[in-house]
Structure formats: C-alpha cells, structure tokens
C-alpha cells in the first residue's frame, strides 16, 4: 500500500512520540525510519498550523531509560517532555538477548522483566502525555488466558494494569486467544494477523507456487488455530484441513500434557503444498510432529507460517527436519527476537512487520480509522494477480 494512498487530513491527535524500549529498539528504529520518510515528503498545507506544531521532525523516538541498581531494582526515565504527546511504547517482552547485573551476577531478563520496565515508563510518564498506546506485538501472559483449575489469570491481570495506569489502546499481534480483550472492555484492544507479510513473503521467495486448491491446501496444527487457517484459506480460495491432539492427561511433562498422538481431518494432501498456520513457535515439537504426518501422506512441500518464532529450544530439530525434506520453508515475523543464527538458516524466511507498524502508528495519531489495515484481503488479493502474471 502506498503511503499516499492514506487518507489523513485530520488533525493529529497530539504530537507524535514513540518510545521503543531496549527490548524492541530494533524494531523501533526501522518503524521511525518509515515515519520521518513519509511526513518529510508529505505536502500538506496544514503544516505550519499550531494543531501541526512538531509534525515533520528527525526521529520521533524518545529518549527512554530503564537503569538498573546493583540490588537488580530499577526505575524508568525519560529524558525529554511528553506533555501533550500521543505516545506508542513498543516493547517485545520474549527478548531473552538482553542481560542486567544481579548481585554481581548476569541475569537474563525474562518476560516479566520486560513487562516491569513498560510500567515503569509508563509510569514516568505521569499522565502528562495526552494518549497512551502500547504496542506489544507477543501480549504478556497470552498463554495463560483463561483458567482451566485454581490458576492465576495473568493475561487479564497485566491488561487491567496497564489500562488503570492511563494506557488507551493495546495493540497486539495474532492473541493467542482475543477474547482476553473482555477484561478491559472500556478501553481500544486490537489483535493483528500478519497474513498479508506471510503471503508476501512466500509469493517473493518462491516463484513456482500453483496458488489453487489443486496444489495448495491450509492445514492448522491444533483445533485452536482452525479459525486462523480458515481466514487464509477463504482469502487464497484453498481448502483447509485440521489436526487435533490426543494428550496423554495422566501424566504432565513440561508442564504440559504430552501429546499421544496427531490426527487429520480434511481432504487428501498428496502433492499439494501445505501451509501449516499458527500463532507461534515455542520448542517446534508439535508443528514437526504435524509435517512428519503430512509427509506421510504424501504431501509435497511444506510450509511452516508463524508469527512468532520463538524456538526455544534451538534449532537443531529444524535442521534436521529441512536436511530430512520435511520442511521446506519457516516463515516468521521480526516482532520477536531473532537470533543471527535463525537469520542465516537458508530455510528461514524473515517477514518484516515494520512498515506495517509504521502504518498503523501514523494513521492512529491522525485518528483516523485502522480497519483497511486490519483486513488485508483486498492487498492480498492484488499480490496475487500480480504473482500470477509473473509481475511480482
């Protein structure tokens, strides 16, 4: 989508601001990038207007701290004014490439590090910025979403803190479950399927696909992500298959139940390239065990499509599942960390979100509407024809 094709005449909400802490500074950078590019070309005679007043500028980053004492406490600091600012704070809560010392002791900062030092600058903003938007593309506890026995609801907890503390709109990334939203129904929650980047990147990397339901199918790993394979399916015209797991719930492993067996349901795969969809990949156990199912159905190329790439046990078994044959391609997004390691994989396929980001935050602090951006069928759809023609 080109950038003049938004429409955003509107008065900006306030001054833009965005605070991209350590976790996410990457990220952050390339999304600010995009912001100065686009508003230093935009010719808009409103400009020089007071309600315009800082529109054009270097970088829209804001220079944010989180210094840590020797005790392993920290506080949050912001080196400039935020007041009146529509400020976004990004933060990636599963960077575990980040240390602080402890005592003397390196220690590596987990989620719940990340999410202490949000709300602390959070809190050093004082409620003098006049919106607050989180961007946090993996949600804070999304796993732990709903309460199956006497467990803890951490999800909807970590909302209704960042919401009672002044935050306005949460925007995340593919929730593993979005009904968590109903813990803070007063306030902006949206979740985001990088659809439009996974077909992006598949159609610029591989350039013999056969996109019909002849050649291609969708196959989610677990009855959870049915309905995300059921919007790519309907938007590329393909069918769509399903496995469920048998668990074994004598035991716990893990923390988990482990799982006995993976059954399918859905048409014949012989031949066809497979999208295997889902929201995440943690230790890459389950969606193996799925690729290995297919393969012994006969199925052709396989496609592992995630949005977040978390491999946190390695990736050694992806490795030998490529040298196997059994995975062809992994796609995942930039919103979690990335190992150099995972970058010069040659079966990796890295989907940049950045742009789209950027996009979202400069339509947002114009206030104006977001949901073309949140349904990307229309884009999808032109990438397509442009594919088929040999155009892309």
């Not at 965005?18 to 590019?37: P, T």
């Not at 925007?171 to 399927?193: M, W, Y």
Request: aromatic share 8%; hydrophobic share 35%.
């Amino acid at each position: 989508m080109a950038n003049d094709e938004r429409n955003l005449e509107t008065i900006p909400a306030g001054s833009l601001g965005l605070i991209a802490l350590d976790s996410c500074s990457e990220l952050g950078n390339k999304v600010d990038q995009y912001l100065v590019k686009w508003r230093a070309s935009r010719h808009d005679t409103h400009k020089d207007n007071l309600a315009f007043n800082g529109y054009q500028r270097d970088s829209y980053l804001m220079k944010a701290y989180t210094p840590r004492f020797g005790s392993g406490e920290a506080k949050g600091i912001i080196k400039e004014s935020v007041r009146g600012h529509d400020l976004f704070i990004m933060v990636d809560v599963t960077n575990y490439s980040l240390t602080y010392s402890l005592c003397g002791h390196t220690n590596r900062m987990s989620p719940d590090d990340h999410f202490q030092d949000l709300k602390r600058v959070i809190a050093a903003v004082g409620g003098k910025a006049r919106r607050i938007t989180v961007i946090m593309p993996f949600l804070y506890e999304s796993r732990q979403h709903k309460r199956s026995s006497r467990e803890s609801l951490d999800c909807a907890i970590a909302l209704q803190e960042l919401t009672a503390m002044g935050v306005d709109n949460i925007i995340t990334f593919d929730a593993h479950d979005p009904r968590v939203q109903n813990s803070i129904p007063l306030k902006g929650f949206e979740t985001i399927r990088p659809a439009y980047q996974f077909i992006k990147g598949i159609c610029k990397n591989v350039k013999d696909l056969l996109i019909d339901s002849d050649h291609m199918m969708i196959v989610s790993p677990d009855e959870g992500g049915t309905n995300r394979a059921v919007y790519l399916a309907n938007i590329l015209g393909l069918d769509m298959g399903m496995f469920y797991k048998r668990r074994d719930y004598s035991k716990i492993v893990n923390g988990r139940n482990p799982i006995v067996a993976h059954e399918f349901l859905g048409s014949s795969v012989e031949g066809k390239d497979i999208i295997i969809i889902d929201d995440m990949i943690s230790s890459g156990e389950s969606v193996i065990d799925v690729a290995v199912e297919l393969k012994k159905r006969k199925a052709n190329r396989i496609f592992i499509v995630v949005t977040f790439g978390l491999f946190t046990n390695g990736l050694e078994k992806f490795d030998q599942a490529f040298n196997d044959g059994i995975i062809y391609r992994i796609l995942t997004t930039n919103l979690t960390y990335q190992t150099p390691e995972l970058l010069s994989k040659p079966y990796y396929i890295n989907c940049d979100m950045s742009k789209y980001i950027a996009y979202i935050i400069d339509t947002l602090n114009h206030d104006t509407t977001i949901s073309d951006l949140l349904n990307p069928s229309d884009r999808i759809h032109h990438l397509l024809k442009r594919y088929q023609s040999g155009q892309y």
